[in-house]
């Protein structure tokens, strides 16, 4: 079961995605692809020598490819060049995992727990996962912000030792704001396979809640290939 349509809007072009603005309800605009190529072949020419690679368009440029993988390359190559020039700043991963928060075993912050992005200027966040487990979305309506559980507002306030009237200041510097918990066993939105996501964030000017989202658990075992900005 996928989220209410009612939270997210498809378009079938990147000008229209660029161009859609969020409003009312929709905090997410994805355009929706089934995209030919072998993006497996790009991740196996890149030596993984660390859990989180960033590949330099210059180096994805110059690997010796099939015609199937020279495909793949030309679209994130596109991807990317579409949104550098509406002026994001996209980067290609490779990912194997992300690092994991435990500095507070009650309440990770890292991006495998559901969490908003901030921004301080109007911006969005754009993604998509060519290859390997794409990322899953929160329908707001079906979350509620952990700072808001009693066991785990009592906790928090626990490890701070400043003044009461800070105390949301303190949430708000260590990002402990920005995480969010499912209401019982709500559905979630998986972000697809080659599909090219704008999500909305949180920024003081947003006509709408930033979108609720999460990195997969790499269930799969493969690494995937990931634009993101």
Request: charged share 20%.
């Amino acid at each position: 079961m996928l989220a209410p349509k009612s939270s997210f809007q498809t378009v079938s072009s990147i000008e229209t995605l660029l161009a859609t603005p969020f409003e009312g309800t929709v905090n997410a605009v994805c355009l929706a692809r089934e995209l030919n190529g072998d993006f497996s072949e790009i991740i196996s020419k890149i030596s993984l020598t660390d859990k989180v690679i960033v590949v330099d368009p210059a180096v994805l440029l110059a690997l010796d490819l099939s015609e199937k993988g020279q495909l793949a390359r030309d679209i994130v190559l596109n991807d990317f060049e579409a949104l550098t020039a509406y002026g994001a700043a996209p980067t290609i991963n490779i990912i194997t995992s992300y690092e994991r928060d435990d500095s507070f075993p009650f309440f990770p912050t890292d991006v495998y727990s559901f969490h908003v992005d901030r921004a301080p200027i109007p911006s969005a966040t754009f993604l998509c996962t060519y290859y390997g487990d794409a990322s899953e979305i929160l329908p707001n309506e079906y979350a509620e912000q952990k700072i808001y559980v009693p066991e785990i507002r009592e906790a928090l306030k626990k490890i701070y030792d400043g003044p009461e009237e800070e105390f949301d200041t303190f949430l708000s510097d260590y990002f402990f704001d920005l995480h969010y918990n499912p209401k019982n066993d709500e559905p979630l939105l998986p972000l697809g396979q080659g599909n090219l996501w704008k999500l909305a964030v949180d920024h003081p000017q947003s006509p709408v809640l930033p979108c609720i989202h999460r990195a997969p658990f790499e269930r799969s075992g493969t690494p995937r290939l990931l634009l993101i900005c």
